[in-house]
Nanobody
Framework: QVQLVESGGGLVQAGDSLRLSCAAS????????VAWFRQPPGEERERVAG????????AYADSVEGRFTISRDNGKNTVFLQMNSLKPEDTAVYYC?????????????WGQGTQVTVSS
């Protein structure tokens, strides 16, 4: 099994930056893709950034392109989401998720989430 623990959320003002971290442990050798999702209050969960576990093939939602960057510290099995120029509409619970099952194309392991609140 893989376990994911997010950290780094908080309350910031519009225009500020935050870096979220997602520490993976357990059978990390089974991970082949990772992504950050967010779920604003009362809305659907959306994927904001993703990449292969090797660090290639990054992809971003249009709403965060150019402001958010997903990256990975290979040595520590930690994935980051650098968020710059934050806007009030970025307020959400942010989740890290990974794909570990080669026979299933969905994200099958999720972290507990971390709250990001951006005030105007």
């Amino acid at each position: 099994q893989v376990q994911l623990v997010e950290s780094g959320g908080g309350l910031v003002q519009a225009g500020d930056s935050l870096r979220l971290s997602c520490a993976a442990s357990g059978r990390t050798f089974s991970i082949w893709a990772v992504a950050w999702f967010r779920q604003p209050p009362g809305e659907e969960r959306e994927r904001v950034a993703g990449m292969n576990w090797s660090g290639g093939m990054t992809a971003y939602a249009d709403s965060v392109e150019g402001r958010f960057t997903i990256s990975r510290d290979n040595g520590k099995n930690t994935v980051f989401l650098q968020m710059n120029s934050l806007k009030p509409e970025d307020t959400a619970v942010y989740y890290c998720a990974v794909k570990t099952d080669a026979n299933y194309n969905g994200y099958d392991v999720w972290g507990q989430g971390t709250q990001v609140t951006v005030s105007s």
